[in-house]
């Protein structure tokens, strides 16, 4: 399991391959060293095993002096919210609802650990992924894209490096809702996982109300129902947007939304 | 009477000491407290609106304070305000004329605050000139050009010309032609093209990259290549998408076009034959024999020093070279 906190003494290391990410952190004296590249997939091999921790053209340098270190290495979200695309588009009749379970890939994030204090050393993407636009070309957000099947059941193949996030749908309209595209905030979801190691993020609703109305979103951790026994692995990086409960589409319309 | 005298030298003394440490007083607050105040109202202001508009209240209350300073400097000498304040006004009548230059600016410099068409930190291309916004002033803007020269442009100049703000949203569109030889299938560039667009790390996938034939060129089929980026990373899609395209060609085979030009002597008559001249190889003859046999060297510098060159007849001798590139 990659998800753990390790006692690293001076001049100990730890390494590993996660996705397309071969990674080692090393504690050398004050100083936190971790070398990363990102693999093209396949990811099977690596090109470096970084036994040369001071290769500089990977090496990134971190000085923090504590007592008793330990590593952390943990899941997180990535930096910037995900625009999943669907292979086709699905229309959602009148009155009806339905979930998605759409996944991305997580990142990996390597703390210091001292006592009951953590201290982020750094985030680094398990799968790179490509960069899009959400919005219109004067306004929108800076976001990452991925695909999905759009799944109507959980996945039961565990991909360690994704996180699965239930998205239910409800059209509340009259008319037809057709879907392309989702954007999903992901700095709002926590992440829970499993005992096989399966990663969920929390659970968004998307109401539906016509275009002359506002959308109603809103997070829970509704996943339980797919999932119950899981445990929180990684809390919210924006708790704010988590707790609103009842957020109006028209104000996120570029943070969390859909395409019609 | 020496006590008299020394009382009004001590008396003298200490007022004017006194009258002294006043005006000091006033200098060694005001100016900081001036310099504080400007600082903490620029912060305040920039965080909630914008940096622009924190520089300019700065700039505001630094003038207005410091105003109000020398009057009171000015008070505490003894002067009248009202026969200066009069002074003034005639004053400022002939400083209107003179500066009408300046009052154009400032107006405009408030046209400009008004209207925001850019903020520090923009890039902006005015006529031919691009630069930074370092600041927007009432008289002036001022921008830092990129090999980090100082430009000030009046603001009257920037109302009344056309200018772009190139970095005025978050994304960009990077616009190129590539051009490759006629033997090649448009289609096939086409999605040669697009592969390698979206297969480019900087390369946003929406907006679509936009790719598409664009004519039939004097030596090339050409290609209209367009995609969007996100502005930070213009240096990095310019090297990174000319590089791969320019890969990609080659390993697919297909050649960048470079242009042609094909000549011909006549209506009638196809194109002018190519002839290589073979270079003259043989190193044991030096340039006098070559000189004595009345052979010419074929070295385009050496040449004139030989006598078979200076002797190379251009009348009738020359059509004897004309009828071999007929034959």
Redesign the interface.
């Known amino acids: 399991m990659i998800w753990q906190e390790t006692t690293l003494n001076d001049l100990e290391h730890i390494s590993g391959k996660f996705g397309q990410l071969n990674f080692r952190v090393q504690n050398y004296h004050d100083e936190w060293r971790v070398a990363y590249e990102l693999l093209p997939l396949p990811t099977e091999d690596s090109s470096k095993n970084f036994d040369d921790v001071e290769n500089e053209e990977f090496l990134n340098r971190f000085v923090a002096k504590v007592e008793d270190p330990k590593i952390k290495v943990s899941p997180t979200v990535p930096d910037r919210p995900i625009?999943i695309r669907t292979r086709k588009s699905i229309s959602i009749l009148p009155k009806n609802e339905c979930v998605f379970f759409l996944r991305f890939p997580c990142w990996v994030r390597f703390s210091v650990t001292s006592g009951k204090v953590e201290t982020k050393i750094c985030d680094l993407p398990s799968l790179?992924l490509?960069?899009?636009?959400?919005g219109t070309?004067?306004q929108?957000t800076?976001c990452y894209?991925s695909r999905t099947r759009a799944r109507r059941k959980p996945p039961t193949e565990c991909e360690p490096y994704r996180i699965i996030v239930p998205v239910r749908m409800v059209n509340m309209d009259k008319t037809v809702l057709e879907i392309d595209h989702f954007c999903i905030p992901v700095s709002a979801l926590e992440i829970h996982q499993t005992e096989s190691g399966t990663l969920w993020g929390t659970m968004g609703h998307f109401e539906y109300r016509g275009k002359l109305f506002p959308s109603r979103i809103s997070f829970s951790d509704g996943f339980k129902e797919f999932e119950p026994n899981t445990t929180l692995v990684a809390k919210s990086n924006n708790p704010d947007l988590l707790n609103k409960g009842e957020l109006v589409g028209g104000i996120l319309t570029n943070s969390f939304g859909i395409q019609v | 009477m020496i006590h008299d005298w020394l009382e009004f030298i001590y008396d003298y003394t200490l007022s004017e000491v006194d009258f002294f440490l006043r005006f000091l007083l006033i200098i060694l607050i005001g100016v900081p407290f001036i310099k504080f105040m400007g600082d903490m109202i620029e912060r305040l202001i920039a965080q909630y609106y914008s940096s622009q508009a924190g520089m300019l209240a700065k700039k505001a209350i630094q003038y207005g304070v410091s105003i109000l300073m020398a009057l009171m400097i000015l008070d505490h000498f003894g002067f009248s305000l009202g026969p200066l304040l009069g002074a003034a006004g005639i004053l400022g009548i002939g400083f209107g004329f003179a500066a009408k230059e300046s009052l154009s600016n400032f107006i405009s410099g408030l046209f400009l605050i008004w209207e925001r068409p850019f903020v520090v930190g923009d890039l902006l291309q005015v006529d031919l000139e691009r630069g930074v916004v370092h600041s927007v002033d009432l008289l002036s803007v001022k921008l830092l050009k990129l090999d980090n020269t100082f430009l000030r442009i009046p603001n009257a100049h920037l109302m009344n010309s056309v200018f772009i703000n190139i970095t005025h949203?978050?994304?960009r569109r990077y616009d190129f032609v590539v051009g490759v030889t006629y033997d090649n299938n448009i289609k096939d560039v086409l999605d040669l093209l697009a592969d390698v667009a979206?297969k480019n790390?900087?390369?946003?996938?929406?907006?679509e990259p936009r790719i598409m034939f664009k004519q039939f060129g004097p030596s090339s089929l050409d290609f209209d290549i367009g995609v969007?980026f996100?502005k930070e990373d213009f240096k990095a899609i310019k090297n990174s998408i000319n590089h791969e395209i320019k890969l990609r060609l080659e390993q697919e085979g297909v050649e960048i076009a470079f242009p042609h030009l094909t000549l011909y002597s006549g209506k009638h008559s196809g194109p002018f034959e190519i002839q290589q001249v073979t270079p003259f190889t043989d190193s044991n003859k030096t340039r006098e024999e070559h000189s004595r046999l009345g052979e010419a060297s074929l070295d385009p510098s050496e040449a004139y020093k030989t006598d078979a060159y200076t002797a190379a007849p251009l009348g009738p001798d020359s059509t004897k070279l004309e009828d071999e590139i007929k034959e």
């Open positions: 625009v790179l490509p960069k899009t636009w959400y070309v004067q929108g800076k894209s | 949203f978050q994304i979206n790390l900087y390369v946003l996938n929406e907006p969007w996100e």
